[in-house]
């Protein structure tokens, strides 16, 4: 009996750990450089994406939402019915390498995709002349939900950044 009290014990010390990824917080604002693979066009979507180490938060743009003309009003894209937002998790430090270069490096591996099921992508245009545009990207109401229907508690990214278009 003293030895079932021992493992009995030892288990409750020393629970297992199944390697789970545990995210609680995805936090890109502090990061300004919203980057993309060659230029940016207004008739078809748009890959952009922000890199913090061995993370990285995916914005797909569809066709048309960057225009070459000033909005009056901002621009809303819903969640995932429009755009698209997912957020990985690397194995190491990811560079624009890994989403621009055909085809992609073999390392860093993903060890967790999270695709946004819900919120807005919006966007304000301006202009500093008839033919550059700037795009001022922001995400509201942003929700992940993991494989196993976990949310990720709190997304720190209110603006995206800004992308240029048109000049």
Do not use: W
């Amino acid at each position: 009996m003293k030895k079932y009290l021992i493992i009995g014990c030892s288990l409750l010390l020393f629970g297992c750990d199944d390697g789970n990824l545990q995210i609680e917080t995805v936090d890109f604002d502090s990061i300004t450089d919203v980057q993309n693979c060659g230029t940016l066009s207004v008739s078809t979507s748009n890959v952009l994406f922000k890199i913090n180490g061995d993370e990285s938060l995916i914005v797909t743009l569809p066709s048309g939402l960057l225009t070459n003309e000033i909005s009056t009003t901002d621009k809303e894209s819903i969640v995932p019915d429009n755009s698209q937002i997912s957020y990985r998790i690397f194995s190491e430090n990811v560079t624009s390498a890994y989403f621009c270069d055909a085809p992609p490096p073999l390392t860093p591996t993903v060890m967790e995709e999270i695709e946004a099921k819900g919120g807005s992508v919006i966007i304000t245009t301006t202009t500093t002349d008839s033919v550059t545009f700037t795009h001022t990207i922001r995400l509201s109401g942003v929700s992940f939900l993991n494989e196993n229907g976990s949310r990720i508690t709190d997304l720190q990214v209110n603006e995206f950044g800004t992308v240029i278009t048109g000049g």
